[in-house]
């Protein structure tokens, strides 16, 4: 019998994936009838969602491809530094 | 990537260096943002790795996806910038938070509440942004590749050079350490 403990700490490391079906099985069927475990694999959900709205709106400048073409085309091979 | 555009890449070939920045280059940005760079210091970082990715490319020789490779280097890069220790301790304080939160039979000692009483989405991006940059290097990294990248263990485990099982704990500490950071901001407060 899984435990909460046991549950919560197989999402969390992302491990579940790698394991058996029959333990998959195990964990679908313990989330079905525990709300406390549903509601903390929701948190962990809406951390991912919250982590990517707040990456979303981080954008270079418009010419930020331009730039670092025209760097990287002055460079040279064993060089280690860009020539602006 | 096929040995004619690695010619033309080494060749400093304009088309085929603004393909490859054109492909690449923002995701490294926002990756870069996202690993808790400022936007000056992720260009100049973006920029070094997309020189460091030209100088080893007879390392490269298309033996792995150009979105992996660059990733690792811009992983490396992101490190030596924060000068973070690219190892985790095996005993943390975070995993006596999580420990905590259950009884002596695995049960949940301090019940997680669901997202209609934690803070909404749009709350929670305003929220989580200090939180992300109370994480160590590594934890903010796998959790950038493993939850805002969407990729897999085995992919992170290839970037980072970290094995998929430690892959799994360090997600798990910065997600117990981004819970608790949230929770003391009033984010799924037990009641």
Known sequence: MMTCKDVSTLISTGHLEERSLGRRLAVRFHLAMCRHCRAFKRQLDLLARAARASVASSEPAADFEDRLTDRLSGTRTGSGEPRS | ?191
Not at chain 2, 106 to 131: K, N, Q, V
Request: charged letters at 30%; proline letters at 3%; glycine letters at 8%.
């Open chain 2, 1 to 191: 990537m096929d040995e004619p555009a690695l010619i033309l890449l080494r060749a400093r070939d304009p088309d085929a260096l603004r393909s490859v920045v054109t492909e690449h280059g923002r995701r490294l940005y926002r990756a870069a943002r996202g690993m808790g760079l400022s936007s000056t210091v992720a260009e100049d970082v973006v920029q070094d790795v997309f020189v460091t990715f030209l100088e080893t490319l007879d390392r490269f020789e298309g033996r792995a996806q150009v979105g992996t490779w660059l990733f690792g280097i811009l992983h490396h890069k992101a490190l030596e910038r924060r000068r973070s220790s690219a190892r985790d301790d095996l005993n943390e304080p975070v995993d006596t938070v999580f420990e905590a939160q259950f009884d002596e039979r695995g049960h949940w000692a301090r019940r997680p509440l669901g997202p209609d009483r934690a803070f909404d989405a749009r709350e929670s991006a305003a929220a989580i942004a200090g939180c992300l940059d109370a994480l160590t290097g590594q934890r903010r990294d796998v959790f950038h590749f493993r939850q805002v990248e969407e990729l897999s263990a085995a992919e992170v485990s290839k970037i980072t050079g970290l094995s998929v099982t430690h892959i799994g704990v360090v997600l798990h500490r910065a997600r117990t350490a981004l819970r608790a950071c949230l929770e003391a901001k009033g984010w799924g407060r037990s009641r």
